[in-house]
Structure formats: C-alpha cells, structure tokens
C-alpha cells in the first residue's frame, strides 16, 4: 500500500516537475517572443528612422523695416510679442529680447532659417520720430542698415491625433549644463545603471515609507522614456514590470547617448492650449522664447525641476514657485561642482524672463484651411501632422488680426444697430468676410473666410459661390473703354441714356431697373457708375456686346460661369470673393493680373526646400483703358454710391465699387490703393435678404480695416502714357464751349476724345 | 461827333467788341484748365465746330515714389545682384523677391527678379514680370531697351527649348 502511495506520489511529483517544465518552457518562449517584439518595436522606434510625429508649421511672410517707414510702436510691441521676444529694461544681451524706451527700440534679431538663406542674429538699434523710422544701426559694430527683416510669425502647427507639439533637439545642441541639470534632478546615476537602478529604488522606498506617502519614485531615465514612449501612465504592478523590461532592452540596445537625446525629445514640460509640448526644444521656445542652445544656466535649471510637474512649476503661472524649484537645482548642480560660484550667484540673481503668452494657437484658421487645401494634392493629412514640414506663406498677421476684429466686431454692430431691418428669429447667423491681397503681386495678406472659425468653417471667401451684383459692373466700362475692341468709342464723359428699356431674354422680356426706381436721363458714363446706374449699365453692355463683357472678365480672372445674357452686365452670376478680389486687382496693377499666392515655399525640417512658388504675372489689358475705369472708380468714393466712406473717415486716395443683389441678399464692396486691396462681403448663407446695401453692411468693414492698415495714404494711381484731359461739356460729352454751359476736364485715351463741338448740338 | 466816327465805333461794338470778348473767356479758361494738373500740353488749339480743343497731359510722373521705400529696396537689389553674378539663382531670387515686396513699384527690382528666373530657366514666369517691369519704366528708355533685349533673350531661349523638345 504504502509502496503504491509512493509510486502514485512519485507519479504525481513527476507530473508535476513535467508539467512545470513545459510551463517554464511555455513562459521562456513567450518572454523570448515578448523581448523579439519589443526589440522590433524600439528598434523601429528608436532607430534612424523618423521617431516622433512633428506637425508641420505655417508661418506668415516677413516683414520688412527701413528708415522712412511709419511704425506704430505698440503695434511693433504686439508683434515681438507674437513672436516671443522678450521685454527687458534697458538693455538687450541675448536673441529675442528688445526695449523700446522714448521712441528707441533695441532689439537683438534672432537666427532664422529662411528657405533661401540663413539669418543670423545680431543686435539693433532702431531710431524712431514722430512714428517713422529715422536710423537702423547694428548695436556690434554701429554699421548703418539700410532695411532689416523681422522673421516670420507662427500661424498654426498642424497637429495628428496627439496633439503633441515638439522641436526636435540633437544632444549637441542642448548646452551641457542643462543635460547636467536634468541628469543630477532625475537620475543621478544615469551612467552608471543598466536601465533600472535599484539602488534609486530602494531610497525611493525607504523615503516613501518614512514619509508615509509616495514622494519618490525611483524611475530611471530610461524608464520615464519607456513609460512616456512606449507605455500608458497607468499605475500598475504589470506595467512596472514592463517598464523594467523594456528599459533593460533599451540600455543593451542602445548607447546612453541615444537614450538621453530620446528622453530631451519625449519629456512632457506643460501645455499650450490644447496641445501638449513635449521635448526641451519646443520647452525652451513656449517658457523662454528661445532655442535650447541658447538658454542660460538659470532657464536650464529651471527646465530641468520643471519636469517633475510642468504644472506646478510653470514660470508663467506660478513664478514664486518656478523660482524655489529653479534655485533648488542650481544650488544641487553647485554643489555637484556642475557650476562655478560665480555662475551660481549670477544664476541665483537672474530674474524668471517670459515672453508674453500668447493664448491662440492658430492666428488664421480659415487661411490656414485654404493653405492645407492649396498643397492638399503634394502633401496628405498625414505628411503635413508626421514630417514637421515649414510651410512659408504671404500672411501679414498684423493685417489678418486687424481684420478678423473688424469683421467680428462690425457684423455685431450691424446686428444691434439693424436688428429693426434684419430677419427676424432667423436660423444661421449673420456672415461676414474680408479679403485682402498685394495687387502687384498676388500675395494674399489677409483672409477672413466667417464670422467665426468656431462656430462655421464654411470659408466664404474661397467656397462660397454669390452673386455679383453691381461690383461686376467695372467689366462692363472697362470693355467700353478699350478703343481695341472695336465699335464705338466711349470714355468717361460718353453720355449713354439711363431710361426704362426691355429686351427678349430666353423668351422673356427683360427690363432692368435702378436702385432708386428712378430714370435719370442722358447720363456720363462716369455718373453711370459711380452712382450705379443699372439702366444705363445694362444698355451700355448691350451695345458693346456681351460677349467683350464676358472675355473682359475672362482675362481678369474670373473663371466661374458667366454667360453673355443681359442680366450678367448688372452681375447676375455667381463668382467666389476670392474671384472678385483677383478680378479687380487688375485695376491698381494697371492691367496686370497677378495669380492669387498663398505658399510661397513648403520646406522640410531639415532646410531643403520641397516646393517654391513663384509670383506669377501677366499683362492681360492695355493699362489706359483699365486707368479710365479707376479714375471712375475713384469717383465712387468721392461722391457716389460709396461716398459714405469718406464720412466714415477714410481719406485716402482710393477706388471701388459696392455691390448689392437681388432683393439685398449679398452686400459688398471691392476697394483698393494702388498698394493695397481689400474685398469686404456681408450676407447669410441660405440668401435670406440682409435688406442692407452695400454700402450700408460691407463698406464700413472695408473702411475700418484699410484705416486700421492702409491709412490715409496720398499715393495716387499711376497715369499711363497716352492719357489726356480734355475739356468737354457735361450734357452731351462733346468738346466744350462757353455757350454749351462750363465744361469739365475728363480722361480720355489719346486719339479717341471727341472732334465735335457741343454746339453742333445746340443746333449751331 | 461826326457821322463816320459814330459808324466806325457802331461797327466796333457790333463786330470788334464780341471777338475780343470771345478771346478773353478763352483766355480765362485756359488759365483754369491749367489749374488742374498744373502740366498743360503743348498741342496747338485746333477749331472743331468754332471752339478750341483744350488738352491737358496727367504729369508723367504724377505718382508718389516712396523714396525711402526705393531706397531700401535698391540696397536688397544690389545685394541680390551680388548672388545673381556668382550664380547663387536661388539665394539673389530670394533677395529680389525681398526688394519688389518692400517697393512694388520698383522697375529694377522686377528686372533683375525676371533675370533671375531666366538664371533658374523659368521662362514664362519671367516674361510675365518683365511686363511689370515695362510697365514701371514708363520713361526710362535705356530700362525699356534692357527690358525687350531680355525678353528677345527669354524667347530665343523658349525656341531653343522647344525645338530641342521637339521628336526627331
């Protein structure tokens, strides 16, 4: 009996070794697979391939400075601090800082990697009087400038999914004292660990248990990397041993150089509004305004007692406690021997400096919608949130902001103030727009496609399809004007009848009617459009034909539908603002069309440039035709349908045109300088009537921005050769005589102006 | 006064007076024609149905060049054309895309950026800017020539392009 309880035991011990033998195997062979796949994976991870996902940035153009320009000194100040210089007071030491005191700025430029050069930074002194720039001097050498750029501004980051922001640092950009720094806070024996330190986690317990909570936590450096790599920072028994695992892989597989660049790139250092930034690079730019390489041994302290809690430690939330936990490190890395006496005193005396923070993170988003949407063919979704791709474009920030306000602030005036003529209890708010471009060269400085980026996305400038009204009517006089097109001439002071006529249209009668639903008569051509006449308009078109109508706005630039029917002349058809804004931009660039430019070039993070874009232009019109509708056109400011602008306060030299659709469902106006035009669009999505002109909803936006960035600029609109006055008389537009009444001086294309006397009308 | 004395100034006031009249207005008007533009033409009067065709020219240069402007531009000129002579198209197209934005009506700095994209063989993009170029010097004529001798250049080149294009 006994023998066989023996035997069943020695039976059962056997089965059991046996059984926990191909356990052992069973537990080997999948740690073996376990410690395959996590090679493969940081292999992959860490290896010289592409590691982090680094969003793309669009930046604006940059701007230019020189001795005669006017400068608002607060608006300057808002753009260094767009830019993250940092204020000091009296004296600039090191890139990115500037003092502006009774009217002298010094400003120390920052190096930037332009896509065709690289700048380095140096300090300036700029002299300013009376708002103009008198002198830029180097600070170094005292050698006179004649201009200087300030860098680009950052539009937006194109995130993925992790929202994670991160410059990329190499370990020999990172000045040593702040890998010191870091090494001697979080893991002092760095060097000398295989991955885990258990000698770092026996104090850590040890400190735990006395202290009676967790204050320590014993993590290497490469386990804070795996955890925030590779790992969930879920608190658990399994991913501790993970964690280990992973880090002793780690070490064996990689040097310990690799494994601090890894770890300077990963660590979290706090957020910038929704995103989290990540890595010490992209950390010095958000707390310090500054490249890593660039930090003194103060900021580098500060960074490194940062990364226990970014939060608690953020300089510019909590700078009493930013400042012990900086002091903190500078003491330790003192007494490590990391810093002389003297650098520590100077460290310990140096103030916490922090560029203002900004709050927005995307400066444009409508314009940066457009940008994606414009290189969506070269680069996918992917590319632009993984490649960290600089994308260069034609913004000026200072005018997008200026003009994102006006908008905003000018619907909600005509909300409160038209709230008796607007639709009542109407779905779907009340939309503005506002574009506005360099005609000369096709750059595109400010684009506000809504209201309100948040609420609707819907870019009404570059999607939505309106109708023109009036603004298409330029086309019409300057296919009049052009001796070229064959027929009969007109000019200016042409008289054409502004009385009731109907014409067959598809089977039906046509009869245009003014605004007013008055006649007026025998009119000029330049009273036609200045004050808007439809009647006159509309004969005008048919006389000269509708087909000139329809190739005129072809060569300007408007590629969407057009059809030569009578009703185009009063813009019956449907173009996009951004059309319309490029149509017209033929008038200030003397028949000059410049295509709309947006990306200027898209380079990689590395500086090669992956794709230049040229200013392309062309001359589409002969300019003294195009210079006799902008010498109309100027008259609509002056006295016409847009005459309300100079009670607005504009009194710049200007021209434009309003627009106002059928049954006041679209309100426009198109205005430019010879430098500068602006497209302003009010209306509602679904065409509900605004029951506004205009000239009562867009022209005070239009207004309101080109005071804001324009100004009451004198430089006139050049007069090409060719062009004379020519004294006429006003009723009939024939050479003037005392007898017909006083003449007036109109434009006329030489060789085109009238041969015959008023009086022949007189019946003289 | 004797009769023919009293006939001779009947017939002064009846033809005489109304020509002298006639003469003064015009006179008068010429002088606030001239008020407009301050530039009047020197193209004779000529009688179209009994009056006078009077003809103002705009002032050639009745736009306001901003000299600082132009100057600062003509300094990032030069450095581009620098760039441009040691064959760094890349770097002086950067340069002269600096000098139009900072001045847009600077003809020299469309020229040299045209001649730049030449350098970089963007043909049709540099005869596009060479019309800005044309068109801002309006009465420079030694610009005038430099701009069509470059366009001449730009297509013989775009021929040569084309025909060694062009299949065997």
Same mark, same amino acid.
């Given at each position: 009996m006994n023998g066989f309880i023996k035997r069943k035991r020695k039976i059962h011990l056997f089965g059991f070794i046996k059984k926990a033998f191909f356990g052992f195997i069973v537990f080997l062979l999948l740690l073996g697979g376990y410690e395959y796949r996590s090679v493969k994976r940081l292999e992959h991870q860490l290896g010289r391939s592409l590691k982090w996902d680094i969003p793309s940035k669009i930046y604006s153009d940059a701007a230019y400075y020189y001795p005669g320009l006017s400068i608002d000194l607060l608006e300057f100040k808002r753009k260094l601090e767009r830019l993250e210089y940092r204020e000091r007071t009296d004296k600039v030491e090191g890139q990115g800082e500037y003092v502006i005191k009774d009217g002298t700025i010094l400003l120390y430029l920052r190096d930037f990697e332009y896509p065709t050069e690289k700048f380095l930074g140096f300090p300036i002194r700029i002299e300013t009087s009376e708002g103009v720039i008198k002198s830029i001097s180097r600070l170094d050498t005292g050698e006179s400038l004649s201009s200087f750029k300030l860098e680009p501004e950052l539009i937006a980051r194109i995130f993925g999914p992790s929202m994670e922001d991160r410059t990329l640092v190499k370990l020999d950009e990172v000045p040593s004292y702040l890998k010191d720094a870091i090494i001697l806070i979080e893991d002092e024996r760095f060097y000398k660990h295989i991955g885990i330190d258990p000698a770092a986690i026996l104090r850590a317990v040890i400190k735990d248990i006395t202290s009676f909570k967790i204050v320590e936590g014993g993590s290497t450096l490469t386990q804070q990397l795996v955890k925030n790599y590779f790992l969930t920072s879920k608190r658990s028994f399994s991913r501790k041993i993970e964690e280990a695992i992973i880090s002793v892989i780690l070490e064996l597989k990689h040097s310990k150089d690799e494994i601090l660049e890894a770890y300077l790139n990963e660590i979290y250092l706090g957020q910038r509004g929704t995103s989290s930034v990540s890595g010490v690079g992209e950390a010095s730019r958000l707390y310090?305004?500054?490249?890593?390489?660039?930090?003194?041994v103060a900021e580098a302290a500060l960074l490194a007692g940062m990364i226990r809690a970014p939060k608690r430690y953020n300089p510019f939330l909590q700078k009493d406690s930013a400042m012990e936990r900086r002091n903190f490190v500078l003491k330790r890395m003192y007494e490590a021997h990391y810093i002389s006496k003297d650098d520590y005193e100077k460290a310990i005396r140096e103030p916490i400096l922090t560029p203002? +923070?900004?709050? +927005?993170?995307?400066?444009a988003p409508y314009f940066t919608d457009y940008v994606k949407n414009e290189i969506a063919s070269a680069y996918s979704e992917d590319v632009l949130t993984k490649e960290g791709l600089r994308i260069f474009t034609t913004l000026d920030v200072s005018h997008q902001l200026a003009a994102e306000r006006v908008v905003k602030e000018e619907i909600e005036r005509l909300e409160r103030d038209y709230a008796s003529i607007l639709p009542k209890d109407k779905v779907g708010e009340l939309q503005g727009a506002l574009i506005s471009i360099q005609p000369q060269t096709g750059y595109i400085r400010a684009m506000v496609g809504g209201r309100d980026y948040e609420k609707s996305q819907f870019n009404h400038i570059s999607q939505a399809l309106r109708q023109t009204g009036s603004t298409f009517k330029p086309f019409v006089y300057l296919a009049a004007f052009d001796p070229t097109r064959g027929g009969a001439f007109y000019a200016p002071s042409s008289i054409i009848s502004d009385r009731s006529f109907s014409v067959e249209a598809g089977g039906k009668e046509w009869s245009p009617q003014n605004y007013d639903k008055m006649e007026h008569g025998d009119v000029s051509l330049r009273e036609a459009l200045a004050y808007s006449y439809n009647i006159a308009t509309a004969r005008l078109a048919l006389s000269i034909g509708l087909d000139a109508v329809v190739d005129v706005a072809r060569r300007a630039g408007i590629k969407s539908e057009l059809s030569p029917v009578p009703s185009l002349a009063l813009g019956a058809f449907e173009v996009t603002p951004l059309e319309m804004a490029y149509a017209y931009s033929i008038f200030p660039n003397g028949g000059i069309r410049a295509e709309p430019i947006s990306v200027i070039s898209v380079v990689t993070r590395d500086g090669k440039v992956l794709e230049r874009k040229n200013m392309e232009m062309k001359r589409v019109f002969d300019p003294k035709p195009v210079y006799l509708t902008t010498s109309v056109l100027k008259d609509v400011l002056e006295y016409g349908t847009a005459a309300a602008a100079r009670k607005l306060g504009f009194h710049g030299i200007a021209a434009g045109k309003t627009g106002t659709t059928d049954n006041y469902r679209d309100a426009w106006f198109v205005g430019f300088t010879p430098d500068y035009l602006a497209l302003a669009w009010v209306g509602y999505d679904d065409n509900t009537p605004i029951n506004m002109s205009g000239a009562r909803a867009a022209l005070p936006i239009w207004v309101r921005f080109m005071k804001e960035v324009v100004g009451d600029s004198k430089k006139d609109f050049t007069s090409p050769d060719g062009i004379i006055l020519v004294k006429v008389d006003k009723n009939t537009g024939l050479l003037a005589s005392p007898k017909c009444g006083e003449g007036v001086y109109d434009l006329f294309i030489e060789g085109t102006e009238p041969e015959e006397s008023c009086l022949t009308r007189l019946g003289r | 006064m004797s009769y023919k004395i009293r006939k001779i100034v009947a017939l002064f006031l009846v033809f005489a007076a109304p020509l002298l009249l006639v003469s003064c207005a015009r006179t008068w008007d010429g002088k606030r024609g001239g008020r407009v533009s301050g530039h009047a033409s020197g193209r004779g009067p000529g009688d179209k149905g009994g009056v006078q065709k009077e003809i103002l020219r705009p002032s050639e240069t009745n736009y306001a060049m901003n000299l600082p402007a132009r100057n600062a531009s003509m300094a990032v000129v030069e450095d581009g054309k620098k760039l441009l002579d040691k064959g760094e198209c890349e770097q002086a197209l950067g340069k002269f895309h600096d000098a139009v934005l900072i001045d847009n009506s600077n003809g020299v700095a469309y020229y040299y950026l045209a001649k730049t994209h030449v350098c970089l063989k963007n043909y049709s993009t540099a005869l596009g800017i060479l019309d800005k170029a044309a068109s801002l010097f309006a009465n420079l004529p030694q610009w005038i020539e430099a701009v069509e001798l470059l366009k001449k250049d730009i297509e013989e080149k775009m021929a040569d392009t084309s025909n060694t294009s062009k299949p065997l």
């Open positions: 310090f305004g500054k490249d890593v390489s660039q930090l003194t203002t +923070r900004t709050a +927005r993170t995307n400066l | -």
